[in-house]
T-cell receptor, first 113, second 120 residues
Framework: KAGVTQTPRYLIKTRGQQVTLSCSPI?????VSWYQQTPGQGLQFLFE???????NKGNFPGRFSGRQFSNSRSEMNVSTLELGNSALYLC????????????FGEGSRLTVL | AQKITQTQPGMFVQEKEAVTLDCTYD???????LFWYKQPSSGEMIFLIY??????QNATEGRYSLNFQKARKSANLVISASQLGDSAMYFC?????????????????FGGGTRVLVKP
């Protein structure tokens, strides 16, 4: 059974650009949540999508957005990138929202120059 | 107050020995879930073990077991027979109902992590 797949694995952008990251959950999983990991702030929750609806969001500015498609694949977008947005972005999938295990992908490592 | 506290920033363990990683949590909700993840230098977060607050027995998964002490709000991870491949960062995390959405969801709050180095 395939795990959570995130693309791209690595990318480099410059300030002011935008970026889109993709996450394909484990087959049958309907919940996808996104996390940002930085050395200074650790792991922080960005948002969760379940059945194509944003279910919850963390304390991030509106430049961070996401969506989920009917096949449960999810994308997150960061517009007007800042240097501080350099991070490992991890997505996690789960069968349901609020119960059971969460399985993470390998992450997308974003560097903003 | 921090929701999840991992007091051991780093530790060495001898190969084949057992190691206990500490995790304490803070919540007033009776329904919550506790997770442990392993993160090697490659960056991926590997799920190790899960304990629900209503689970009567401590969770076990192979060499991993969770010492769940509800009254003390502690969820320590025990790794038995350490292997060199166990060298990694280990994160404890909690899922609890969200005040924002007034329902359970999949928002995890993570501790700061413990770096484990296994010595041959």
């Amino acid at each position: 059974k395939a795990g959570v797949t995130q693309t791209p694995r690595y990318l480099i952008k410059t300030r002011g650009q935008q970026v889109t990251l993709s996450c394909s959950p484990i087959s049958g999983h309907r919940s996808v949540s996104w996390y940002q990991q930085t050395p200074g702030q650790g792991l922080q929750f960005l948002f969760e999508y379940f059945s194509e609806t944003q279910r919850n969001k963390g304390n991030f500015p509106g430049r961070f957005s996401g969506r989920q498609f009917s096949n449960s694949r999810s994308e997150m977008n960061v517009s007007t990138l800042e240097l501080g947005n350099s991070a490992l972005y991890l997505c996690a999938s789960s069968l349901a929202s609020g119960a059971g295990e969460l399985f993470f992908g390998e992450g997308s490592r974003l560097t903003v120059l | 107050a921090q929701k999840i506290t991992q007091t051991q920033p780093g530790m060495f363990v001898q190969e084949k020995e057992a190691v206990t990683l500490d995790c304490t949590y803070d919540t007033s909700d009776p329904s919550y879930g506790l997770f442990w993840y392993k993160q090697p230098s490659s960056g991926e977060m590997i799920f190790l073990i899960y304990q629900g607050s209503y689970d009567q027995q401590n969770a076990t998964e192979g060499r991993y077991s969770l010492n769940f002490q509800k009254a003390r709000k502690s969820a320590n991870l025990v790794i038995s027979a350490s292997q060199l491949g166990d060298s990694a960062m280990y994160f404890c995390a909690m899922r609890e109902p969200s005040r924002r959405i007034k329902a359970a969801g999949n928002k995890l709050t993570f501790g700061g992590g413990t770096r484990v180095l296994v010595k041959p």
